[in-house]
């Protein structure tokens, strides 16, 4: 029995190396490959690339997969199917959140370094173009694509601020245009109502979600949280009014009723969460978590969702990205020791 052992136990280990060269990925799955919500297929390592990630965008007629590779200071651009590396793109201070605009095929990357900027960033040459000025702590972004309108949110807390300002840039000039005054120090996640004039935006800070009006550029509302503490990631589902949220710590989802900001049922989830996914065609929500876990969630109806899954991903894999189009969902892990930060590559089941 124990030569016999010893004959299976590499041969084991081989077969795993070689369907998935990225290495031991699989072997920390929760749940088993039939039964998973996600099913990893390459994991590409990304070695010499250091430090925390932060975003990432698609470019699906052209393949492409942009990362905001905060720790190395770079924009990492990879082919969408295979992994493979296209570019590294230089010349940022802290990247944070990403645009990709078909129309112009240009990159709009906010930096929350050096005083805050966004850089416009021609995605073909691959250079920046173009500066604009923000303010500190520039991070989380909402798009309103028919009025071609980036929010950004900046300021606050790393300005000694007891408020933050959603600075607004036209896409099509490449211009600011505005900005709007919200009663926060902290301002995460944000998300677009296409229906309606309104934009969600995290209070962080005080623990409220606010409601501003795109029109009059005006907070109309705030929405105290009891469920959700340290709410950072949101997505809209406008068909439901619903409004999805997740905490760090404790690790919470939880689901708001947007027409009257009441907080509708929430699950528990891995701690550290940072970006969440929601595929209206499944029903299906992922929740990827600084812990090492992406949690799935299915959305019964509007009222009642359930736990569908746990899927390990490693360490800080907390940045993620779905291409619901490709049956694809993205999660980037980061440098430990002597193992490489990580590009993981799933398919949603």
């Known amino acids: ?28 799955q929760a749940e088993s490959s039939e039964n998973a919500p996600l ?22 007629k052209h393949h492409r997969l942009f990362l905001a590779a905060e720790g190395h200071k770079s924009i990492e651009v990879f082919d969408l199917m295979t992994g493979r590396t296209i570019k590294s793109i230089a010349g ?63 300021g606050g807390k790393d300005l000694g601020h007891d408020y933050s300002l959603i600075s607004i840039i036209d896409v099509a000039r490449g211009e600011a245009a505005g900005d709007v005054r919200v009663e926060s120090s902290n ?6 109502e296409k229906g309606s004039p309104r934009l969600y935006v995290n ?36 068909t439901h009014h619903r409004l999805f949220l997740a905490g760090r710590k404790p690790g919470v989802f939880a689901v708001l009723d947007t027409n009257s900001g009441k907080e509708i ?15 209206p065609s499944t029903g299906r929500i992922y929740l990827s978590c600084a812990e090492g876990f992406v949690n799935v969630y299915q959305q019964k109806d509007a009222d009642h969702y359930e736990a569908v899954g746990k899927v390990a991903t490693g360490y ?18 980061a440098a430990q020791s002597a193992t490489p930060a990580r590009l993981l590559i799933f398919a949603t089941n």
Not at 12 to 26: D, E, H, K, M, R
Not at 220 to 238: Q, R, S
């Open 265 to 279: 049922v929430s699950l528990p989830a891995a701690d550290g969460v940072d970006d969440m996914w929601f595929d």
């Open 187 to 192: 301002l995460e996640a944000m998300a677009l």
């Open 92 to 154: 940022f201070e802290v990247p944070h959140s990403i645009l990709y605009d078909l129309g112009s095929n240009r990159l709009f990357v906010i930096d929350g370094g050096d005083g805050g900027s966004c850089k416009i960033v021609d995605a073909e040459a691959y250079v920046i173009r173009k500066t604009i000025k923000l303010t500190d702590d520039a991070d989380p972004i909402a798009y309103d694509a028919a009025a071609r309108l980036l929010y950004v949110g900046n």
């Open 1 to 28: 029995m124990k030569s016999l052992k010893k004959l299976l136990i590499p041969a084991l280990v081989l077969a795993i190396f070689t369907l998935y060269p990225g290495g031991l990925v699989p072997s920390m």
């Open 39 to 60: 099913k990893l297929i390459k994991a590409v390592p990304m070695p010499g690339v250091k430090g925390d990630f932060d975003h990432f965008a698609l470019d699906l």
């Open 203 to 238: 209070m962080r800070d005080k623990n409220e979600v606010g409601v501003i009006n795109r029109e009059t550029r005006k907070v109309e509302a705030t929405w105290p949280l009891t469920k959700v503490a340290h709410n950072t990631p949101m997505v809209l589902d406008e």
């Open 316 to 333: 800080r894999g907390k940045i993620s990205i779905l291409a619901p189009s490709l049956h694809r969902f993205y999660v980037v892990t």
